[in-house]
Nanobody
Framework: QVQLVESGGGLAQAGGSLRLSCAAS????????MGWFRQAPGKEREFVAT???????YHADSMKGRFTISRDNAKSMVYLQMNSLKPEDTAVYYC?????????????????WGQGTQVTVSS
């Protein structure tokens, strides 16, 4: 069982940066692949990035070069550094955990979700 709590969302200007954090509680955090997803109003929840227990990462094409996922297993934390923000990045961002140790891009494989944190980017 894993409980996830996101923080760090807020209002940013286009071209600015935000760093999202996800605090996980549970005994076996390091055994989970972690991911970030986002959902804009009226749209499907979409994959942003994933990181394996050992630090391997994969980012969605539209985020490559701008967003960076990372984790600190000792602190049970996952981060999403977001740079060069665009108005279209406005969404609720969710942290999620998936059993297993590979890169996981499909939300169907994530069994645990946080409550989400709002990111709003103004032009």
């Amino acid at each position: 069982q894993v409980q996830l709590v996101e923080s760090g969302g807020g209002l940013a200007q286009a071209g600015g940066s935000l760093r999202l954090s996800c605090a996980a509680s549970g005994r076996t955090f390091s055994s989970y692949t972690m991911g970030w997803f986002r959902q804009a109003p009226g749209k499907e929840r979409e994959f942003v990035a994933t990181v394996t227990w050992s630090g391997g990462t994969y980012h969605a094409d539209s985020m490559k070069g701008r967003f960076t996922i990372s984790r600190d297993n000792a602190k049970s934390m996952v981060y999403l550094q977001m740079n060069s923000l665009k108005p279209e990045d406005t969404a609720v961002y969710y942290c999620a955990a998936a059993g297993g140790r590979g890169l996981v891009t499909s939300r169907a494989w994530y069994g645990y979700w946080g409550q989400g944190t709002q990111v709003t980017v103004s032009s």
